[in-house]
């Protein structure tokens, strides 16, 4: 009989800890969700450093640099009142993600049926990999892409709306008037960008593509 409080504590002990790692890794995982709502269906974090070195309280405030990435292997500040700490985490994120249907070569024009979803780790996936297909219709693909290679922005670029030594027209805007006057594109620009236009006078002005490929300026 003597020997059942030291049982009972040890098996308290035993209870505690894995409940203290539970509500560590919860608490991680629920930062990490609200952090990132879009893929938090698929957000799991797992806590890298050693339980001896874990804050000491049961709700520390956790926080991150402002340039931190969204996923991967980070370090995580745990401040529990003065006391600050550094929790080592790998956030692991599952989703869907970007691939080529077939082999998409360099300098050709692309179709939205060109590419198909797969389900996925998002988190080892190369920087920029896109996760929808919204922005690949008509887009040129700048390096050869295999089949179910995962798709980045960087291998494809928008059409040309707008190319070096073009006539465009220039549409120049403020408060209370319109003018336009016709010029002469000097680099090539996708809608949106930015181009230089050397005007009949030999002015030069800056503004942005439209979607018809007319040159907009704010005055």
Known sequence: MRGYPILLASL?????????AADLSAQLNQFFKARDPQHAAGINVLVRTPK???PECDAPRFSLPGNSRLWGNMSVAANCD?????????VQVSGQYLVAKRQLVRGTSVKQNDFRMQSGRLDTLPARTLFNSDS???????????????VSLSMLRQPWRVKAGQNVTV???GEGFDASSEG???NNATRAQW???R???GQIVSGRVSDDGNVLITL
């Not at 308290?12 to 203290?20: D, K, R």
Request: aromatic fraction near 4%; charged fraction near 15%; glycine fraction near 2%.
């Open 12 to 20: 308290l002990v035993m209870i505690a800890l894995p409940s203290s």
């Open 52 to 54: 001896t070195q874990w």
């Open 82 to 90: 003065q006391n600050r700490r550094y929790i080592q985490v790998q």
């Open 136 to 150: 690949v219709a008509d887009a040129v693909v700048l390096r050869d892409i295999q089949p179910g290679q995962p």
């Open 171 to 173: 549409i120049a805007s």
């Open 184 to 186: 002469k594109a000097l």
């Open 195 to 197: 181009v230089r236009v």
């Open 199 to 201: 005007m009949a006078n």
